[in-house]
T-cell receptor, first 113, second 111 residues
Framework: NAGVTQTPKFQVLKTGQSMTLQCAQDMNHEYMSWYRQDPGMGLRLIHYSVGAGITDQGEVPNGYNVSRSTTEDFPLRLLSAAPSQTSVYFC????????????FGPGTRLLVL | QQQVKQSPQSLIVQKGGISIINCAYENTAFDYFPWYQQFPGKGPALLIAIRPDVSEKKEGRFTISFNKSAKQFSLHIMDSQPGDSATYFCAASFNDYKLSFGAGTTVTVRA
């Protein structure tokens, strides 16, 4: 199993540009989520999904969109990038709802100029 | 506003020493408290977790101590090794999958 994969590893954007961060998992996990990691802030939940076709907002959803058309994929879209979105983004998945291990991908480092 | 407060921000320990990281929370509905370990350039990985019905859980050199009345929990790394050098995050959730993370502690183990 590849686990949780994320692409790209690193991206530079200009303010106002849009892009999609890709996330895929091959563990047949129902639950997937996106976090951003900033120095001194830990990881903050952006959006999450409890199954195909179902998504919900996390702690910091503004400026991001998600969709979940398949169990395997959970892309994160930046509609109009802003410097405040410079961060490291992690995708995670887990088998069940509560108190299950979340498996994190390797991350995407995003720089918005 | 972070729901889980973690300290210290960083610590340095000699090889063989004990590393202690503390976390505090306010939401008494939290019922699951995991610790994640993250190496540079990697995603976090679950290290150890505890539920509030026990006061301590040990896995190898890693121990979680939990104080429900004080709403605090801590990670102890015994006999710290250079390979333990990483960033450690405490987290909490209440039966709904969403984790609230602490700010993280960078541990450096000097040989």
């Amino acid at each position: 199993n590849a686990g949780v994969t994320q692409t790209p590893k690193f991206q530079v954007l200009k303010t106002g540009q849009s892009m999609t961060l890709q996330c895929a998992q091959d563990m047949n996990h129902e639950y997937m989520s996106w976090y951003r990691q900033d120095p001194g802030m830990g990881l903050r939940l952006i959006h999450y999904s409890v199954g195909a076709g179902i998504t919900d907002q996390g702690e910091v959803p503004n400026g991001y969109n998600v969709s979940r058309s398949t169990t395997e994929d959970f892309p994160l879209r930046l509609l109009s990038a802003a410097p405040s979105q410079t961060s490291v983004y992690f995708c995670a998945s887990s088998y069940g709802q509560s108190q299950e291990t979340q498996y994190f991908g390797p991350g995407t480092r995003l720089l918005v100029l | 506003q972070q729901q889980v407060k973690q300290s210290p921000q960083s610590l340095i320990v000699q090889k063989g020493g004990i590393s202690i990281i503390n976390c505090a929370y306010e939401n008494t509905a939290f019922d699951y408290f995991p610790w994640y370990q993250q190496f540079p350039g990697k995603g976090p990985a679950l290290l150890i977790a505890i539920r509030p019905d026990v006061s301590e859980k040990k896995e190898g050199r890693f121990t979680i101590s939990f104080n429900k009345s004080a709403k605090q929990f801590s990670l102890h790394i015994m006999d710290s090794q250079p390979g333990d050098s990483a960033t450690y995050f405490c987290a909490a959730s209440f039966n709904d999958y969403k984790l609230s993370f602490g700010a993280g502690t960078t541990v450096t183990v000097r040989a």
